[in-house]
């Protein structure tokens, strides 16, 4: 079994940092790409309900790669060393989704299961991404309304208007593009995996191992396509379709039948007799539970019900996005039903799920809107066509309301995306596994054999009888779990796409 040493020698690594900066910079003069790689200096940084010997550091990466020696920027990176020094066989980077979800969080939360699972094989890290947790943010001074997630995901009127959607993505637009500067147009996916290979480098390994989880399969695809040779064992959880034109644009269109798929999930578990002694059953039949929630909105879109958070009732729409987060995971299914029971009776409050019950930072604004406007152009398509476009999708996707296909500050976006996308093929190692979900309302499964398609020979999928977003360690399905963990610590993938039973 192949081992990848901590520390190479200081030549190797400087030779390493130009050859790969270099090769990722299409315009950019060869004398200026050579820098040093930076030395990372660990400190105990252990969090409450975390592993007692985490370590964190800071690790600097150009504002702008093509001028490498410029304007540096901190991120925040994490590690867990080996608990079996000597089953030690390299480094698993854990690549958080978002955009916007911090990867030195997920470390701590997945620390645990991902020991268990690992056996000591690897040292594991994560790193927060430009704009997030720890590492160098960047802001678009937007007021609190534009900052509620019910807002920045363009939730149509109650009457499927989008007028409201417009006015506020063009104001969202220019506070970012008036305050956010040359950091927040550096929040890409293309730098991200430039950051991850200096994180690399600055680790002393010649290889990675990692587990990208929702978008972060999408910077681990980019990733393997830019430094293939650099690549060891590779997941990639919940794919998206990787469609060089329409990146984020197709992830968000997606949603509407990704929600549609997985509905019936939660449908069957509401209407379990099981419910019944907890108050949460919804109806007698799970195809009458539809009915239910659609009939719910559009009362609460009509009037809406004040709710435990002072000037924040709970609304049509912010029903509709409660539970589109909650067909993430079987887990999250008690909250939104007891929200609806609680909606449906005269004399009770809703308590307003975690998702629609505050805004988000303007931090976390700034990047969540930031990478996805900055990695490709958005069509400024006329009014009425995305208008037209919302029509059509409430029809035929009434869960989501025509939101998905709804106008975004991307369409008013200031300046042309810096690099093009980069196009996912089958050039490369054959050493990527996928594992997805069939019923996934987030990255339905449809985009994922297109990723799939992309990436050809180098990957073998694994199909899991399943509903919700995140496979491995996360949604309890022991198949798809074995086969995520004999690869990453056997090596073994299997012969062909497979596929595990629920």
């Known amino acids: 079994m192949t081992t990848y040493s901590r ?55 150009p504002l702008d790669y093509r001028y490498p020696g410029g304007r540096q920027l901190t991120l925040a990176v994490s590690r867990l060393r080996s608990d079996r020094p000597e089953a030690r066989r390299g480094t698993l980077l854990v690549i958080a989704g978002g955009p916007g979800s911090s990867g030195v969080q997920r470390l701590t939360q997945k620390a645990a299961a991902l020991r268990k699972e690992m056996k000591g094989a690897y040292d594991i890290v994560s790193l927060d991404p430009r704009g997030v947790g720890g590492s160098t943010t960047a802001s678009c001074g937007l007021d609190e309304g534009d900052r509620d997630l019910v807002t920045l995901r363009s939730w149509p009127a109650p009457d499927g208007g989008i007028a409201d959607n417009l006015a506020r993505s063009r104001r969202v637009a220019d506070a970012c593009a008036r305050n956010g500067g040359a950091v927040l147009r ?14 690399r480098q600055a680790l002393g390994e010649e290889k990675l191992s990692a587990w990208g989880i929702s978008y972060g399969t999408y910077v681990g695809a980019v990733y393997a396509q830019k430094f293939p040779r650099h690549t060891d064992r590779w997941v990639l959880d919940s794919s998206g379709d990787p469609d060089p034109s329409r990146v984020a644009r197709g992830w968000l269109a997606n949603m509407s039948a990704g929600a549609d ?83 449906q009776d005269p004399a009770a409050t809703p308590v307003l799920t975690p998702d629609i019950a505050g805004a988000l930072s303007d931090q976390v604004a700034a990047v969540t809107m930031g990478v996805v406007c900055n990695d490709v152009r958005w069509p400024a398509a006329p009014a009425s066509s995305y208008a037209r476009a919302v029509a059509a999708d409430r029809v035929r996707y009434p869960l989501t309301a025509g939101m998905p296909v709804n106008v975004t500050p991307c369409a008013f976006w200031k300046g042309a995306p810096v690099e093009k996308p980069t196009r996912i093929t089958g050039r490369g190692p054959s050493n990527i596994l996928m594992v997805q979900s069939l019923r996934d309302p987030s990255t339905p499964y449809f985009g994922a054999l297109r990723m799939r398609e992309a990436l050809g020979d180098r990957a073998r999928l694994v ?32 012969g062909r796409d497979t596929y595990c039973a629920d």
């Open 186 to 199: 550096s929040f890409t996916t293309a730098n991200e995996v430039r950051d991850i290979d200096r994180f």
């Open 7 to 61: 520390r190479a020698p200081r030549t190797l690594l400087l030779a390493l940092s130009a050859a790969a900066v270099a090769s990722t910079l299409s315009a950019v003069p060869a004398a200026t790409a050579a820098t040093a790689v930076p030395t990372l200096t660990w400190e105990p940084c252990a969090s409450t309900g975390g592993p007692t010997d985490q370590e964190c550091a800071e690790l600097p990466v």
């Open 261 to 343: 798929s997985r509905f019936p999930d939660f449908a069957a578990w509401a209407a379990d007799p099981a419910r019944e002694d907890a108050g949460l059953r919804l109806a007698r039949r799970p195809e009458d539970v539809r009915a239910v929630v659609l009939g719910l909105a559009a009362e609460l879109d009509r009037r809406p019900k004040a709710s435990d958070r002072p000037g924040r009732p709970l609304t049509g729409n912010r029903l509709r996005q409660a539970l589109q987060g909650a067909l993430y995971s079987d887990s999250a299914f008690p909250q939104v039903a007891r929200l609806i029971q609680q909606a």
């Open 463 to 494: 199909t899991v009888e399943h509903g919700g977003h995140g496979v491995y360690l996360g949604n309890g399905n022991a198949c798809g779990d074995r086969e995520v963990t004999r690869f990453l610590t056997t090596g073994v993938r299997p």
